[in-house]
């Protein structure tokens, strides 16, 4: 099945992600007929995700929202709302602050991820809703589906590829979409 004709009866596209096998921080990322290699958690997958555990959770995550890194001129074609990171965007990751796991002005005392980087790791991000909708304290927070640094090293709970299959998943991802970790 073309990967344009992914949606299940409902309507649902999935991007399905699997352990890639001999390597518990390494995983196959699927959508219709592409696959990709990628990175997941530096403690592999969890059922029972906790702040800083470095694990990804095994979960079925709809797709929220993307950013891209502001000085690239955004070429993908996607559905999904993305939003241009600038230098004042962090995302609150303090898990007793109001704010905890949601996008903040920068700058921000409590602890937070800076959303503007050196590295490629945010040049573009889709932001997965784990424990945004219900933000439970101390369950993880700034779960992102993004980029994936040369080699595919662990993550820090997130799902990483490479800036070039990124650029040909997003054709494919919209509100509708969901990322189920298996």
């Given at each position: 099945?073309?990967?344009?004709?992914?949606?299940?009866?409902?309507?649902?596209?999935?991007?399905?992600?699997?352990p890639k096998?001999?390597?518990?921080?390494?995983?196959?990322?699927?959508?219709?007929?592409?696959?990709?290699?990628?990175?997941?958690?530096?403690?592999?997958?969890?059922?029972?995700?906790?702040?800083?555990?470095?694990?990804?959770?095994?979960?079925?995550?709809?797709?929220?929202?993307?950013?891209?890194?502001?000085?690239?001129?955004?070429?993908?074609?996607?559905?999904?709302?993305?939003?241009?990171?600038?230098?004042?965007?962090?995302?609150?990751?303090?898990?007793?602050?109001?704010?905890?796991?949601?996008?903040?002005?920068?700058?921000?005392?409590?602890?937070?991820?800076?959303?503007?980087?050196?590295?490629?790791?945010?040049?573009?991000?889709?932001v997965l809703?784990?424990?945004?909708?219900?933000r439970k304290?101390?369950?993880?927070?700034?779960?992102?589906?993004?980029?994936?640094?040369?080699?595919?090293?662990?993550?820090?709970?997130?799902?990483?590829?490479?800036?070039?299959?990124?650029?040909?998943?997003?054709?494919?991802?919209?509100?509708?979409?969901?990322?189920?970790?298996?």
């Amino acid at each position: 099945m073309p990967a344009s004709k992914s949606r299940s009866h409902n309507g649902v596209k999935r991007v399905i992600v699997r352990p890639k096998p001999g390597c518990e921080t390494r995983c196959l990322v699927r959508i219709g007929s592409l696959t990709f290699q990628g990175a997941i958690g530096r403690s592999a997958r969890t059922i029972f995700k906790r702040e800083g555990d470095g694990a990804t959770p095994i979960k079925t995550m709809t797709c929220l929202s993307g950013y891209y890194k502001y000085r690239h001129r955004f070429r993908a074609q996607t559905k999904l709302q993305m939003v241009p990171i600038t230098q004042n965007m962090g995302w609150c990751d303090q898990a007793d602050h109001a704010n905890y796991n949601r996008a903040v002005k920068l700058p921000f005392s409590p602890s937070h991820e800076t959303m503007l980087r050196d590295d490629v790791l945010y040049d573009f991000v889709i932001v997965l809703d784990w424990n945004i909708s219900s933000r439970k304290r101390h369950c993880g927070s700034a779960i992102f589906f993004h980029v994936a640094k040369p080699g595919y090293p662990p993550t820090q709970g997130c799902i990483a590829i490479s800036r070039q299959d990124m650029m040909r998943l997003l054709p494919h991802i919209d509100n509708k979409t969901v990322v189920q970790v298996v």
